[in-house]
């Protein structure tokens, strides 16, 4: 059974950064061509896709945000880690993990997705 | 270009078949996923890669592309199939897989 589950500050205060976890089962994130990422939903807007990472550690990031965002792997703790640097209020979203099961496919696919884990960045 | 455009609403009669419809120039190369999205709820891939359907979701639903545009078809619409469509995909250089701007189906 896969299962994904995010976890981290649900309040933040704007310049801060945060710092979300997604601990998951069932899956190998160090086999190819499985890949973890993030994906977020800012209150009545559109999903959003922020960062994969891949089991050989590439990376992809959302232009966007590029400057702001980092993915990382724990591979012993099968967690992936997403970093968001000098949050804002627009920042305020739910953020869901989710697994890619294969990097060569022909749609992005996310297949197995996390509750989410809702931040609200506010003074 | 990256972007993939979806029309905001879309309504359909209890039981009737509705199609729901994402463009953009990427799909032409690639195909997209699919996923339905509940208030309060995780999202749930409805259409997985090359238009298949992951183990679990209604034969209700299916999908196909012509050109740049990719469209998700219910057929025989139920009351719980309510909610958000998104659609994702590639961009043409693979780095990048932006979502739809999202449609919110209605069942009258």
């Known amino acids: 059974q896969i299962t994904l589950r995010e976890s981290g500050p649900t309040l933040l205060k704007p310049t801060e950064t945060l710092t979300l976890t997604c601990t998951f089962s069932g899956f190998s994130i160090t086999s190819s061509p499985v890949g973890v990422g993030w994906i977020r939903q800012a209150p009545g807007k559109a999903l959003e896709w922020l960062a994969v990472?891949?089991?050989?550690?590439?990376?992809r990031y959302s232009p966007s945000l590029r400057s702001r965002v980092i993915i990382s792997k724990d591979t012993s703790r099968n967690q992936v880690v997403l970093t968001m640097f000098n949050m804002d209020p627009v920042d305020t979203a739910t953020y869901y993990c989710a697994r890619r099961p294969n990097y060569h496919d022909m749609s992005g696919t996310f297949d197995y997705w996390g509750q989410g884990s809702l931040v609200s960045v506010s003074s | 270009s990256s972007e993939l455009s979806q029309d905001p609403s879309v309504s359909v009669a209890l039981g009737q078949t509705v199609r729901i419809t994402c463009q953009g120039d990427?799909?032409?190369?690639?195909?997209a996923s699919w996923y339905q999205k509940k208030p309060g709820q995780a999202p749930v891939l409805v259409i997985s890669?090359?238009?298949t359907r992951p183990s679990g979701i209604s034969d209700r639903f299916s999908a196909s592309n012509s050109g740049n545009v990719a469209t998700l078809t219910i057929t025989g619409t139920q009351a719980e199939d309510e909610g958000d469509y998104y659609c994702l995909s590639r961009d043409s250089s693979g780095t990048h897989s932006p979502f739809g701007g999202g449609t919110t189906l209605t069942v009258l």
């Open positions: 990472i891949y089991w050989d550690g590439d990376r």
């Open positions: 890669d090359k238009n």
């Open positions: 990427s799909l032409r190369n690639y195909y």
